[in-house]
């Protein structure tokens, strides 16, 4: 596996992909969003800043700039693109960022590192990062309805909360607790389809929809049409599958120190992982194949997609 941020094998003969361009672009944005306010606790608002400023990889966000620089109408530039799509961007960190946090909590995950740092209870304390959470994703919504056109602001709403609701992320990580805790023991016997069918559901609530909506939103960020935003959800969900089959192989082959979090954790606990219930070949193959189909998706959309055909052969390569 390549290690280069934006020289992997498959995109050697490729401009490198540029989310440092990105992280440029976002992070400013996300710092002036939390703005204080007279009527916020200092100590919430340290802890939010905490948690959405640091140093994580912004996919979302690039997904849905990206996305909107994919399918602008003719004549809009880049630039111009990109401050349509900041809200959705900014939106959709803040709701990773508050997954992330509450996702680390002892209640969880109980993980002490995250994105390089101690994770928010542990730099903070449990009830701080439970409210720096909720907090953070009623700050998503702020964010959206008044950073959207206004003929796609309700819309865009709407696609954030399915993806954050009952039905996708949360959703998503209940089921994935469920197998741990013995909610479900049944599957741990199950036969290795019926277990891979299991973890497809899981990973499509819990990371693949926020991943779609990250993309939806940045094409609504410039009024693309139905055909074209449906072209980049084939390319979101083939993408969402990839990032995950290479996320649990990260967690089983990575490096810590690299990673920025702690991996190992999949086998410690028993669970079930696309390289513990397919092989780590065959995860490896099946990422590769699912990168491609996102790959193809963007040669239908054109040159100004590029990037995100760039990030889909990146998400499967990567070491972080
Ligand atoms: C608590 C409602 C709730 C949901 C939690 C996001 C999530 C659901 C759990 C995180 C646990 C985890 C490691 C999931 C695997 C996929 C994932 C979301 C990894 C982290 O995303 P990256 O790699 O992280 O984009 P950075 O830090 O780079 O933003």
Known sequence: MAAVEGASIATMTEPPLALEEVRAFIDPRLDAALAPSPDASPRLLES???ALLAPGKRLRPALALWAAEAVAPVGMARETAWEAAAAAAIAVEMIHAYSLVHDDLPAMDDDDLR??????????DEATAILCGD????????????GMPAATATRSVLVLAQASGPDSLVGGQADDLAVERG?????????????????ERVHRRKTGELFRAAVALGGLAVQATDERLALLDTYARHFGLAFQIADDLLDAEGNEAVVGKRVGKDAERGKLTFPTVAGHEASRRRAGDLAASARS??????????????????IVDRDH
């Open 48 to 50: 939010i800043r905490y």
């Open 115 to 124: 994105r390089g740092r101690p994770t928010c209870h542990r730099a903070f």
């Open 135 to 146: 907090a953070l994703q009623a700050l998503a919504f702020t964010t959206l309805a008044a």
């Open 183 to 199: 909610w479900q023991p049944d599957l741990l016997s199950a036969p290795a389809d019926e277990q891979v069918r299991w973890l």
């Open 297 to 314: 998706a963007t040669d239908t959309l054109g040159p100004a997609a590029a990037p995100l055909g760039r990030l889909a052969s990146w």
